[in-house]
T-cell receptor, first 112, second 117 residues
Framework: AQSVTQLDSQVPVFEEAPVELRCNYSSSVSVYLFWYVQYPNQGLQLLLKYLSGSTLVESINGFEAEFNKSQTSFHLRKPSVHISDTAEYFCAVSERGNKLTFGTGTQLKVEL | DTGVSQDPRHKITKRGQNVTFRCDPISEHNRLYWYRQTLGQGPEFLTYFQNEAQLEKSRLLSDRFSAERPKGSFSTLEIQRTEQGDSAMYLC???????????????FGAGTRLSVL
């Protein structure tokens, strides 16, 4: 069975500082990996995805994540955060096109 | 593309009452998923449909829960004899099926927040 671990429940960071949100997964088969972002009282928005090909994937708002098969990780990074990045971030895994299994989420709080 | 739509956004009910939620997926998507999210947790899978066929149900989905997608378009999730433990955000997502070259990218609605008093 697939599972996702997000070790950091909260990450406080100052604006313009770099940030890394950690995600590790477990699966016995090949997987697709996703990061979703959730703002208060809203649904989840897809931030970026790894399906195949290049292990480094990027979003349009400066986030990137790298798929590391040997370490079974898919950490999310941003070199310089903005106050508007404050939100909850969920890592998720899908075993080739089926249900998503989510981690427990990381609350990113960007402070001035 | 109008996105995934869920109705209602909020539902307050008394314990023991039945409730029904509706989800309208993105029009060309043939897969539709239901998830439940409780406070401080990530969403948990409940069930999913491919067209009108319900292909998988989680063990979280007790006998009091039933989901339908009668014409392969919108879906309903009904909870009978609600309990306080049913209080959660119920999220719907839709996607194209596998083999489309676009993976299983699921797009989520804003959710229905259920409060059982």
């Amino acid at each position: 069975a697939q599972s996702v671990t997000q070790l950091d429940s909260q990450v406080p960071v100052f604006e313009e500082a770099p940030v890394e949100l950690r995600c590790n997964y477990s699966s016995s088969v090949s997987v697709y990996l996703f990061w979703y972002v959730q703002y208060p009282n809203q649904g989840l928005q897809l931030l970026l995805k790894y399906l195949s090909g290049s292990t480094l994937v990027e979003s349009i708002n400066g986030f990137e994540a790298e798929f590391n098969k040997s370490q079974t990780s898919f950490h999310l990074r941003k070199p310089s955060v903005h106050i508007s990045d404050t939100a909850e971030y969920f890592c998720a895994v899908s075993e080739r096109g089926n249900k998503l299994t989510f981690g427990t989420g990381t609350q990113l709080k960007v402070e001035l | 593309d109008t996105g995934v739509s869920q109705d209602p956004r909020h539902k307050i009910t008394k314990r023991g009452q039945n409730v029904t939620f509706r989800c309208d997926p993105i029009s060309e998507h043939n897969r539709l998923y239901w998830y439940r999210q409780t406070l401080g947790q990530g969403p948990e899978f409940l069930t999913y449909f491919q067209n009108e066929a319900q292909l998988e149900k989680s063990r979280l989905l007790s006998d009091r829960f039933s989901a339908e997608r009668p014409k392969g378009s919108f879906s309903t999730l009904e909870i009978q004899r609600t309990e306080q433990g049913d209080s959660a955000m119920y999220l719907c997502a839709s996607s194209l099926g596998p083999g489309t070259g676009r993976g299983n990218i699921q797009y989520f609605g804003a959710g229905t927040r259920l409060s059982v008093l």
